[in-house]
């Protein structure tokens, strides 16, 4: 088992409170977006990643347990340990996506069925594929996205 010196434990300190930071903000961000489309405004744009945003915390929180053990003992975890974490992120990962469809397909059929377009083009600030917005009417689509 490989021995961490104090400079590498607080490195695994530093990168923990990262990934705390991103997977609190990640979870923010995403339900708020949730309580957006819920409340099912006159236009919004619509991500697939909102899912992976709220659930990232799947794939953050067993990669911080693999940092436990250098951090307070100073060696490495052992491989039993490690498989079994990467088989727990990868169980995560796979929910996430499938989640993330199943979302999409029950989301997007539900905002057809209250009358909402799909507006063309791309939503400002966000890249090709990334996001799709959703307006009442055409008028709407566009106007400037909230």
Known sequence: MMKFSFINRFWFVFFDLMLVLVTVVSFYFGF???FTYFSYPDFFVFSVF???S????MISIPI???SFS?????????IEFQKKVAKCIVFGLCFIVLLSLVFNYYYISAISNKGYIK???IPSGWMPGMATKYATSELLCSKKDP
């Open 32 to 34: 708020e977006r949730f």
């Open 50 to 52: 909102s899912v992976f």
């Open 54 to 57: 709220v659930l990232f915390f």
């Open 64 to 66: 911080l347990t693999l």
């Open 70 to 78: 250098p951090i307070y003992i100073g060696f490495q975890s052992s």
């Open 119 to 121: 507006c063309n083009g």
